[in-house]
């Protein structure tokens, strides 16, 4: 019997939208989910082997937009900051959108 050698690779969950900076130091995962916006962020010391991440879930855009406020990637990264800002964000409209029109319909 013969067994393959290949290893799966690990892909990226459907719909989920990852945005880096181009030194590897920040990273976002940003995965929609049935009660809103999972966000995961992890950032990466440059020359040692710590990381840290954070993982939150995002019910509406008002508490997304507030806790990227927050968050200090806005200065040090500013490309990446506009983007998570953008790209969640229509994550989130698209999420709100979707369960409006759910509950519009269970009240016919």
């Keep these: 019997m013969t067994t393959s050698r290949n290893r799966v690779k690990r892909s990226e969950p459907e719909g989920s939208i990852v945005v880096m ?3 590897g130091a920040v990273s976002y995962r940003l995965q929609p989910s049935r009660f809103g916006l999972c966000v995961q962020r992890e950032r990466k010391q440059v020359c040692g082997h710590a990381r840290l991440v954070h993982t939150a879930v995002f019910r509406d855009s008002a508490c997304f937009l507030r806790w990227c406020e927050a968050d200090s990637v ?3 990264y500013p490309v990446v900051f506009s983007d ?3 790209k969640g964000g229509a994550l989130l409209e698209s999420h709100e959108r979707s369960a409006h ?3 519009d319909h269970e009240g016919r």
């Design 74 to 76: 806005r200065f040090d």
């Design 84 to 86: 998570i800002r953008r």
């Design 21 to 23: 900076s181009d030194d």
């Design 101 to 103: 029109a759910d509950r």
